[in-house]
């Protein structure tokens, strides 16, 4: 069942789906602290900041459309955090095709499309995996953690104490540590 954040966060996404721009723009602050994050990450081997936010913004805005609301299993953010990183790597991909071999020259490690692939499969059997293994609470916790939300935006997202949500972060990051043989591949 979906919690009030994720209720209103869909919310959002309808009322952009029927053309409410504002809400699409609530969205996106919403989501600032992940296109920051994501942008940092990207731009930190070379590239044009701005290309990449663009294109981030795309993927997000496409992401926002096609997000299935009824997929309890999988969050926006996480959904969105996949759509945005594909992007990048078609980004990156279009730029080496032209002739930018001093940038992919310096972010072939980062962007190497077979370790993505194989991090992305990686990464959906940890999700399952934690899911197994954390209370419900806990599992949100850490997709929302994953989202790259603060505890701070988690716990009015969740309307509980942020202790609570950093509480259950930490068991949840326990959880995998402990259990982390069992993730690798």
Same mark, same amino acid.
């Given at each position: 069942?979906?919690?009030? !954040? &994720?209720?209103?966060?869909?919310?959002?996404?309808?009322? +952009?789906?029927?053309?409410?721009?504002?809400? +699409?723009?609530?969205? &996106?602050?919403?989501?600032?602290?992940? +296109?920051?994050?994501?942008?940092?990450? %990207?731009?930190?081997? !070379?590239?044009?900041?701005?290309?990449?936010?663009?294109?981030?913004?795309?993927?997000?805005?496409?992401?926002?459309?096609?997000?299935?609301?009824?997929?309890?299993? $999988? @969050? +926006? !953010? %996480?959904? #969105?955090?996949?759509?945005?990183?594909?992007?990048?790597?078609?980004?990156?991909?279009?730029?080496?095709?032209?002739?930018?071999?001093?940038? @992919?020259?310096?972010? #072939?490690?980062?962007?190497?499309?077979?370790?993505? &692939? &194989?991090? $992305?499969? $990686?990464?959906?059997? @940890?999700?399952?995996?934690?899911?197994?293994?954390?209370?419900?609470?806990?599992?949100?916790?850490?997709? %929302?953690?994953?989202? !790259?939300?603060?505890? =701070?935006? @988690? #716990?009015? =997202?969740?309307?509980?104490?942020?202790?609570?949500?950093?509480?259950?972060?930490?068991?949840?990051?326990?959880?995998?540590?402990?259990?982390?043989?069992?993730?690798?591949?």
């Amino acid at each position: 069942m979906p919690d009030e !954040g &994720m209720k209103r966060e869909n919310e959002l996404i309808r009322s +952009f789906r029927q053309g409410n721009d504002e809400a +699409f723009t609530a969205l &996106m602050l919403q989501y600032e602290p992940l +296109f920051s994050s994501l942008l940092t990450e %990207a731009s930190a081997s !070379g590239g044009d900041s701005a290309e990449i936010r663009l294109a981030m913004e795309e993927a997000f805005r496409n992401a926002a459309i096609h997000y299935d609301l009824r997929d309890e299993n $999988r @969050t +926006f !953010g %996480a959904y #969105a955090r996949t759509a945005m990183k594909n992007q990048i790597l078609k980004l990156r991909k279009d730029w080496s095709r032209h002739g930018f071999d001093e940038l @992919t020259e310096n972010t #072939a490690d980062s962007f190497d499309l077979e370790q993505y &692939m &194989m991090e $992305r499969e $990686r990464f959906l059997l @940890t999700c399952k995996k934690m899911k197994e293994i954390c209370t419900p609470i806990e599992y949100r916790v850490f997709m %929302a953690y994953l989202a !790259g939300e603060t505890p =701070r935006q @988690t #716990a009015k =997202r969740m309307k509980c104490d942020v202790k609570t949500v950093s509480n259950a972060k930490a068991r949840a990051l326990s959880k995998l540590h402990k259990n982390s043989a069992e993730f690798l591949i």
